[in-house]
């Protein structure tokens, strides 16, 4: 059985929030298990999600659910140790489906603390989930807007 990542002390960030609307799109929604809710970002440049674990762990996987049809062309996922400079593990390409989609991760060198997941759509609505099963990084479900980034 898997458990979550996502704890008390994880802290998240995001890009932006749809008219600065927190209390309808905020961050929070990501996390929250309701299918009626969900994070939506605003327009911008390409979009992203940061989130800090209280203690460095490892990632294998990334599976990804659009809904509503949009993807981004590329998404990328990123790690640092503490306050450092993100590196990048992976690139993934999601298909334009409303599938479970699972990107398999490079090894990083060291064990990070916080994760940055970038993508390649100037607009997101999403719903995340993040599990850990020996090393998995699990379930993240994304539903996106239409406008994409070249």
């Given at each position: 059985m898997a458990?979550?990542?996502?704890?008390?002390?994880?802290?998240?960030?995001?890009s932006s929030v749809l008219n600065r609307d927190v209390k309808q799109f905020g961050k929070k929604y990501m996390f929250?298990?309701?299918?009626?809710?969900?994070?939506?970002?605003?327009?911008?440049?390409?979009?992203?999600?940061?989130?800090?674990?209280?203690?460095?762990?490892r990632v294998s996987q990334v599976k990804l659910q659009f809904q509503g049809g949009f993807s981004g062309?590329?998404?990328?996922?990123?790690?640092?140790?503490?306050?450092?400079?993100?590196?990048?593990f992976s690139s993934f390409y999601p298909e334009d489906n409303n599938c479970l989609q699972i990107s398999f991760v490079a090894s990083s060198s060291f064990p990070p603390?916080?994760?940055?997941?970038q993508f390649s759509h100037?607009?997101?609505?999403?719903?995340?989930?993040?599990?850990?099963e020996k090393n998995i990084l699990d379930a993240m479900k994304m539903e996106k807007s239409c406008i994409i980034l070249g």
């Open positions: 458990a979550s990542l996502i704890c008390s002390e994880t802290v998240s960030r995001v929250d298990s309701n299918e009626e809710t969900c994070w939506n970002s605003d327009q911008g440049d390409s979009q992203w999600v940061v989130l800090e674990f209280p203690h460095p762990v062309n590329t998404c990328r996922l990123e790690g640092c140790l503490n306050e450092g400079e993100f590196e990048k603390c916080s994760f940055l997941v100037n607009r997101l609505i999403s719903k995340v989930k993040l599990f850990c």
